[in-house]
Nanobody, 119 residues
Framework: QVQLVESGGGLVQPGGSLRLSCAASGSIFSINAMGWYRQAPGKQRELVAAMTRGGSTNYADSVKGRFTISRDNAKNTVYLQMTSLKPEDTAVYYC?????????????WGQGTQVTVSS
């Protein structure tokens, strides 16, 4: 059994910052990649940022220069530092992990955390 537990969402004013965290726990042999997706009302879920175990990163164009993803491999935790937040960043943010659970490669999702950017 694998769980991804997110924290750090909330309400912030435009221009503000938030830091999301996601910790993976359970029967994990190795984690290939971890990242963040988001889904705004009426829109499809989209990739925000992802990082491989080796440290390669991928960002959505809309967040480049404002968001930074980082990982603590020893703690199986991924972070998303969000700065210069805009109202259009408002969404439910989901943690994602591609990992080996004992012997099986699979993709896992967190329950989501709400980020609201509003004055």
């Amino acid at each position: 059994q694998v769980q991804l537990v997110e924290s750090g969402g909330g309400l912030v004013q435009p221009g503000g910052s938030l830091r999301l965290s996601c910790a993976a726990s359970g029967s994990i042999f190795s984690i290939n990649a971890m990242g963040w997706y988001r889904q705004a009302p009426g829109k499809q879920r989209e990739l925000v940022a992802a990082m491989t175990r080796g440290g390669s990163t991928n960002y959505a164009d809309s967040v480049k220069g404002r968001f930074t993803i980082s990982r603590d491999n020893a703690k199986n935790t991924v972070y998303l530092q969000m700065t210069s937040l805009k109202p259009e960043d408002t969404a439910v943010y989901y943690c994602n992990a591609v990992l080996v659970n004992t012997t099986t490669l699979g993709e896992y999702w967190g329950q989501g955390t709400q980020v609201t950017v509003s004055s």
